[in-house]
Each structure stands twice: as C-alpha cells, then as structure tokens.
C-alpha cells in the first residue's frame, strides 16, 4: 500500500496512529502490529490474515474543504479509514461533525478534496463522473433519513427503478421484488403511492429500493432517524438482517448508541478527525 515509512497505521480501523497516546502492540507469528485500541487490537486476533489483506473500502488521509465566499470550512481532515467486507460500520458524531460529508464519499456522491479513496484497491478519488455513477449504481443501496420516494410513482415503480439506471441481470427478478414486498408485509401496497404510506412503510419500500440492484454494500445516513423508536427498530433490525443472513457491508451514520453498540466497528468523528477508541466514546458522541 501507499503507506510511506513515518506512518504507523492500525490495520483493522486504518487510523494513523501518529501522536496517539494509548498505542496498543501485538505480537503475531513473531511480527509485531499496532492499534488504536484493544478493540482494534482485540479484532486483529481473530482474524489476522484478513487484517493484513486489502480492505474493501479505504480512506487514506481524505480531506473535505468547503469555500463559501471568505469562509474556508474544513470538514474533514485527514480521515484514514478502513472498511471491511461484510462488516457492520456505524459512523457517529456530533451535529455538524461530517458524518454525511464522509458517508457520501464513500458513497462516491461526493469527491474528496485531497486524498485517495480506494474501493476494492481501485483509487476511485479522481475518476470520471460516469464512472463513479455506473460503480455508484452496481455496488451500492442509499437509505436516507428522507426515503426520497418519487410521490408520483407507486411503492413498486419507486423500488424498480433503479433496475432501469443499472446494467441488466444485476438485479433481483421482477417476482422476487414482489416476494420481498410480501416478507415486508407491504404485499398490498405496492401499488400504493408514498402519501398513501406511514413513514415506516416508505421507509421500507426505499429499503426494498435500496436493495433491488443487489448491491453488495448498504449505505444509511440516519435511515431511522425519522421514526418512532419501534418502528426505527424494525428498520434497523432488516439492515442487521442483510448485512449478517446476506452478508451485505453495511455502513450507518446514526445517533443512536443502541445502533451503534450493534456495529463490527463504530467510526467516531470530532473536529473533522476520527478519534482512537472507538466503542469507548460511543456514549459521549451519541444522544
Ligand atoms: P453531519 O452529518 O455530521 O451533521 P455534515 O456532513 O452534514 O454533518 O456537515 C458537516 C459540516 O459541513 C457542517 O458544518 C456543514 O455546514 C458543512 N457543509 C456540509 N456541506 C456543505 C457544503 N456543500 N458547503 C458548505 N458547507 C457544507
Ligand atoms: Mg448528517
């Protein structure tokens, strides 16, 4: 990797461990690795070879910086992050922290500023807008806080049509759409419009949408933030379902320390740096 002799990264989080105070040493097979924290540290061991290998998603000191007029506001700076296949990341922060900023460029809705950023060992940081748009359409399904239905289509329409925008034969049948509409328990709304639906049912449908292209990574930006505890829950506990029963990589922004306490890693933002520790701050940054 790209990683130049000063840097000492923690293999399982990525973070650069340059000035961190509470750097904890393993040894493994006679070789000895660095982390963040014993819960970075504590990974490692079950798994050694695959923290060695290449990380799905991979953040290599990405900075955001946002010009509006005299106002230079740094939003990211210096994120170092790795992803794991078939992990459940949460991403947690304060209001304003950058956990949207960072969720859309991995996301590749938005650019870094500076930095690479590496899907499946590809710099994806400087690509064309086309590119990123095909990968953007194959590889991942978004949730949003808003469920960003299209008013004027029914539940059905609103879940097929990313099927249009991305190559044939890489989504689900017609009929296994309508089958998940049924496990849902929307079988009878499909044709309905999203007025005609509870937040928690758009919610699901813009599940259902999120998944019809079969992507292998799942994106939320506070997917249940709209709703009530309950219904949130249900939500959540369909995510949790396809990350663990589908193997889907699955990455939440989310304040909810429930959630998080959920997650395979948690990713905390502060002052546009993620910070050491992780699980330990979970508390603090969540309400
Ligand atoms: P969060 O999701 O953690 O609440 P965001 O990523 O939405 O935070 O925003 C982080 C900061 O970046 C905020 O201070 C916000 O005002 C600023 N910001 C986000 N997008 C833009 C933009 N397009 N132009 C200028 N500032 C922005
Ligand atoms: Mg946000």
Redesign the pocket.
């Given at each position: 990797m790209e990683t130049s002799s000063q840097e000492r990264r923690d293999p399982v989080c990525g973070m650069d461990l340059t000035g961190i105070p509470d750097i904890v040493e393993v040894k493994v097979d006679g070789e000895t690795f660095y982390f963040c924290s014993s819960m970075c540290a504590d990974r490692f061991k079950t798994a050694p070879k695959k923290f060695q290998g290449e990380p799905m998603i991979h953040l290599h000191d990405v900075w955001k910086v946002?010009h509006?007029g005299d106002v230079t506001?740094e939003?990211l700076r210096g994120i170092n992050i790795h992803i794991w296949p078939g992990d459940f990341t949460a991403i947690i922060?304060a209001?304003?922290?950058?956990?949207?900023?960072?969720l859309n460029m991995i996301g590749l809705l938005d650019k870094p500023t500076s930095g690479g950023l590496f899907l499946d060992g590809a710099d994806l940081a400087h690509t064309s807008e086309d590119d990123r748009a095909l990968l953007r359409s194959k590889k991942f399904g978004f949730v949003f806080q808003q469920y960003n239905l299209i008013p004027w289509l029914t539940a059905y329409d609103n879940v097929t049509l990313p099927l249009i925008f991305a190559e044939a034969g890489n989504g689900l049948e017609r009929e296994a759409i309508a089958k998940h509409f049924d496990t849902i328990g929307l079988g009878a709304r499909m044709e309905h419009r999203p007025t005609e639906l509870s937040g928690g049912e758009q919610q699901r449908v813009a599940l259902l949408r999120a998944i019809a292209n079969d992507p292998e990574i799942l994106i939320g930006d506070e997917p249940t933030g709209n709703l009530d505890s309950v219904t949130g829950a249900k939500i959540l506990d369909m995510l949790i379902a396809l990350n663990k029963q589908e193997g889907k990589t699955l990455i939440v922004?989310t304040h909810d320390a429930d959630i998080a306490r959920k997650a395979d890693q948690i990713i905390t933002?502060k002052d546009g740096k993620t910070i050491p520790g992780h699980l330990e701050h979970a508390k603090t940054y969540t309400e």
């Open positions: 946002f509006d506001t939003v922060g209001s304003g922290s950058g956990k949207s900023t960072l922004v933002l």
